[in-house]
């Protein structure tokens, strides 16, 4: 996407780090039992790719746990959730991780 934008070659791999991170923290939100909802708020050109937050979410949830995130009316400030999400970090840490 970036390179069909014009991106020049740094902002192209800042986004590609920035995708796998996103990836990485997905998955720790789903292991420590974080609720997570849809959205995204992109604009312009970029507005298009709304679309495709489902098929990126589907490198790690189930379809199940997708159709739970995009139908939920809960509320996605789970204060417990972070809290066991910046445990799960500060043991990552410790370890070496």
Not at 34 to 59: P, V
Request: charged content about 25%; aromatic content about 8%.
């Amino acid at each position: 996407m970036g390179r069909q934008l014009g991106f020049p070659a740094a902002s192209q791999e800042k986004a590609e780090y920035a995708y796998k991170q996103a990836l990485s923290s997905m998955d720790q939100m789903r292991n420590v039992g974080i609720k997570l909802g849809f959205g995204a708020d992109l604009l312009g050109a970029t507005y298009t790719q709304q679309c495709r937050e489902s098929t990126i979410r589907r490198e790690v949830f189930t379809p199940l746990e997708l159709l739970r995130q995009a139908t939920s009316q809960r509320r996605t400030d789970d204060a417990a959730g972070q809290a066991r999400l910046h445990r799960a970090g500060r043991a990552r840490r410790f370890a070496g991780g």
